[in-house]
């Protein structure tokens, strides 16, 4: 248990489906990440959240938007994917001090998503 | 940021160190060497980070050379457990932003 957890795990949804990711971090840490991890392709960052606010977006498709309500959780919203969004989605979180500086995120278990 | 490089792939004996190595030679002054790791269908699993000083927790040892061109972390005695793939990271402190390359594929053999 590293103290961030997804729900769904597994999901499957149709091309004109809404459905929204969902993560939670319990470590008190004021930093969250998506990332997407596609078969045989590396992790790739998809957003940045730090303090609540947006500071990284890489160039994703607006299909997925992501939410950050508070510090602690944080969803990606779904809508009208493609079949070569099939991948794995992770959430991260890691504490970001005034002075500058991070050690290491904390992955949660990812959610497996299948778009048909 | 700097790139890395590691071997696509190695094999280790059960009960035996595992050293995996990792080439950053374009590290810069500021910038720091992570290690990750990633199970099978598992989210990644931060291990362990240096400057330039060698590091050691209760998971692995960090190596990192004099000019800091190359790491190497070491797991002192692989288990089953430690088949996963390693990610060797370099960036600086304050780096949200964490670049995840293909890594190294580590099997450990019974």
């Known amino acids: 248990e590293t103290g961030v957890t997804q729900t769904p795990r597994h999901l499957v949804m149709g091309m004109t489906n809404k459905k929204s990711l969902k993560c939670e971090q319990h470590?008190?840490?004021?930093?969250m990440y998506w990332y997407k991890q596609s078969a045989k392709k590396p992790l790739e960052l998809m957003f940045v959240y730090s303090l609540e606010e947006r500071v990284e977006n890489n160039s994703v498709p607006s299909r997925f938007s992501p939410e950050c309500p508070n510090s602690s959780h944080l969803f990606l919203h779904l809508h009208t994917l493609q079949p070569e969004d099939s991948a794995l989605y992770l959430c991260?979180?890691?504490?970001?001090?005034?002075?500058?500086?991070?050690?290491?995120?904390?992955f949660g278990p990812g959610t497996r998503l299948t778009v048909l | 940021d700097a790139k890395t490089t590691q071997p696509p792939s190695m094999d280790c004996a059960e009960g035996r160190a595992a050293n995996l190595p990792c080439n950053h030679s374009?590290?810069?002054?500021?910038?720091?060497v992570y290690w990750y790791r990633q199970i099978h269908s598992q989210g990644p699993q931060y291990i362990i980070h240096?400057?330039?000083n060698n590091e050691t927790n209760e998971m692995a040892s960090l190596i990192i050379t004099e000019d800091r061109k190359s790491s190497t972390l070491i797991l002192p005695h692989a288990t089953l457990r430690d088949t996963a793939v390693y990610y060797c990271i370099v960036g600086p402190r304050g780096y949200q932003k964490v670049t995840f390359g293909i890594g190294t594929k580590l099997q450990v053999i019974p």
């Open positions: 470590l008190g840490h004021n930093a």
């Open positions: 374009t590290i810069s002054g500021n910038e720091y």
């Open positions: 240096g400057l330039k």
């Open positions: 991260a979180s890691s504490q970001e001090s005034v002075r500058g500086g991070i050690d290491e995120q904390f």
